[in-house]
């Protein structure tokens, strides 16, 4: 299985900042990486596909990133609304595997 | 409009075997490319992708559960199931459906939380 090391577990950010989240895999994916935001209760809802791509309805402050085998969401200036836990899917090979998550706090 | 719809039994006994049904409309299954996995979701805890069945009517597995799982489709391809053999308080969860087409799970359900409990 691929796994997908995903940092930091949380963070508290305030709405001026740069807010970044890192996904590790253990092996190359071919950009078959995507990003979810989760509010309690809720299910997830995609934000950005294929690495960098931004799903449709989602705001320009979120965006997607790779270097290597290690991807990033970037939030900037985020907004309260922005809080919750998100959460990285490989989607290259199955089993597809998720990160462990990280929960965002706006302060 | 895409929606997808979970419905299961809520509660079963242990060694028992949970049925779950992805009730979806908006898109439809024998479109080339398309895919309905179902992912679970313990309590406090991240996502576990569990299984899939796509538009030719392959199915993929996760090797951990792979010898309890069965994820099958109607033929109308407007439903698709999924069995899990032999639950224990493990599986208590919330499970999800949710729709590909292409890369990603896009559409989720609400999700149908289950508990398995004597």
């Known amino acids: 299985d691929i796994q997908m090391t995903q940092s930091p577990a949380s963070l508290s950010a305030s709405l001026e900042e740069i807010v970044t989240i890192t996904c590790k895999a253990s092996q190359g994916i071919d950009d078959y990486l995507s990003w979810y935001q989760q509010k309690p209760g809720k299910s997830p809802q995609l934000l950005i596909y294929d690495a960098t791509s931004l799903a449709d309805g989602v705001p320009s402050r979120f965006s997607g990133s790779r270097s290597g085998t290690q991807y990033s969401l970037k939030i900037s200036r985020p907004q309260v609304d922005d809080s919750g836990i998100y959460y990285c899917l490989q989607s290259y090979s199955t089993p597809y595997t998720f990160g462990a998550g990280t929960k965002l706090e706006l302060k | 409009q895409v929606t997808l719809k979970e419905s299961g039994p809520g509660m079963l006994q242990p060694s028992k075997t949970l049925s779950l049904t992805c009730s979806f409309s908006g898109f439809s299954l024998s479109t080339s490319g398309m895919v309905v996995s179902w992912i679970r979701q313990p309590s406090g805890k991240s996502l576990e992708w569990l299984a899939a069945i796509d538009w030719d009517g392959d199915k993929y597995y996760n090797p951990s559960l792979k010898s309890r799982l069965t994820v099958s489709k109607d033929t109308s391809n407007t439903q698709v199931f999924l069995k899990i053999t032999s639950v224990d308080i493990a599986d208590t969860a919330t499970y999800y459906c949710?729709?590909?087409?292409?890369?990603?799970?896009?559409?989720w359900g609400q999700g149908v939380m289950v508990t398995v409990s004597s």
């Open positions: 949710a729709r590909s087409l292409g890369s990603r799970p896009d559409y």
